[in-house]
């Protein structure tokens, strides 16, 4: 890609509303946390980390996934974990992040809710005062573990519910439908969360559907497999439910061959409100500028529609009318100026 382009990606204001924050821990990072905390750690060094990163789908990476995350003991691993990826976001143009956290993955191990939150916060308040990050927190459940883990879980968030937005839904998809999980997204509406969920990247269309109809999810993770019910495509336009779709991590985790073979040109095509968005970066090979300029190089976006797909993820955001209207037109602005160069 010509670097003016480059430079224009990385000048968009953009929101990163698909982030788990567990899926930005660095191979680096990993094994110095290991070390700090004296865990009897599998791999001997960064590079036999780095080496084990070889996906063939959605199961392979989260058994490592998982395995990485057990170097997360203390509110400071947290803490260093979340603004590592603060620093890279902000260097892509991330003016706001709509982060995922799995409290199961930490208190399945023993590590207490509020260690996990208070490190995650710490540093999330850190990024809006030194580089201008918003930011809103959503706490996922674990879709392969039961309903009753997910209930008990967010009974564990109530007492720091002014720090959390929304509820989310992860981890394995295919034979874990949304409406496994209809009775505690009832009770985090009641409670006034938001939700969102995981559908359509290895389940199939009716999970998309289900997530809609039945969870009430303002927006839907993924969502690429929406494309085989035209029915389900037009909803989604005419009730705009924005769509965060993470292409690297769709080509790493073998949904699509190659990035030229990905339906986000289509979905834009379409009218559909699709993001753009990192997912696990540290294990699927970029942060969201990386994935802008290989979705942009493998479908020929032109800037213009990067420019829509940016101004989507303001307004799929959760921010404030008045938050979104001031990051939009900035984005205006840089649009009209990249045109009269």
Not at 80 to 103: C, K, N
Not at 170 to 183: A, L
Not at 199 to 216: H, M, V
Not at 301 to 310: D, I, K
Request: glycine letters at 6%; hydrophobic letters at 40%.
């Amino acid at each position: 890609m010509d670097k003016p382009l480059n430079d224009f990606i990385t000048a968009l204001p953009k929101a990163e509303l698909h982030l788990h924050i567990e899926g930005s821990l660095e191979p680096e990072l990993m094994f110095k946390l290991a070390e700090r905390n004296d865990i009897d750690f599998k791999y001997q060094s960064v590079e036999e980390i780095k080496k084990a990163y070889k996906f063939h789908n959605l199961q392979s990476f989260l058994d490592i996934y998982y395995e990485g995350a057990c170097v997360l003991v203390k509110e400071e691993d947290f803490f260093d974990l979340t603004y590592e990826y603060l620093q890279r976001a902000h260097a892509d143009g991330v003016v706001h992040v709509e982060i995922f956290f799995d409290p199961q993955t930490h208190t399945d191990r023993g590590i207490s809710f509020e260690t996990v939150i208070t490190g995650i916060n710490r540093a999330l308040a850190k990024g809006e005062k030194e580089l201008g990050i918003s930011h809103k927190l959503i706490m996922c459940f674990l879709r392969h573990l039961s309903e009753k883990s997910a209930f008990e879980t967010l009974e564990m968030s109530l007492p720091f519910k002014d720090k959390i937005a929304g509820v989310g839904l992860d981890s394995s998809e295919v034979g874990h439908p949304p409406s496994k999980f209809q009775r505690v997204f009832e009770k985090a509406l009641d409670h006034g969360f938001f939700t969102v969920a995981h559908a359509g990247e290895e389940g199939p269309p009716e999970y998309i559907w289900e997530s809609l109809e039945l969870l009430k999810v303002s927006r839907i993770d993924h969502g690429v497999r929406c494309l085989e019910d035209p029915k389900l495509v037009d909803y989604i336009v005419q009730n705009k439910i924005a769509l965060t779709v993470c292409p690297l991590s769709n080509v790493v985790l073998c949904v699509y061959d190659k990035m030229s073979d990905h339906n986000f040109k289509s979905l834009l095509d379409k009218g559909v409100m699709v993001t753009i968005n990192s997912d696990d970066p540290s294990y699927f090979g970029g942060y969201i500028g990386e994935n802008f300029i290989q979705t942009a190089e493998g479908l020929d976006l032109s800037a213009a529609e990067l420019a829509r797909v940016a101004g989507y993820s303001i307004e799929a955001s959760f921010l404030d009318q008045a938050s979104k209207e001031r990051h939009l037109k900035k984005l205006h602005d840089l649009v009209n100026q990249y045109q009269d160069s």
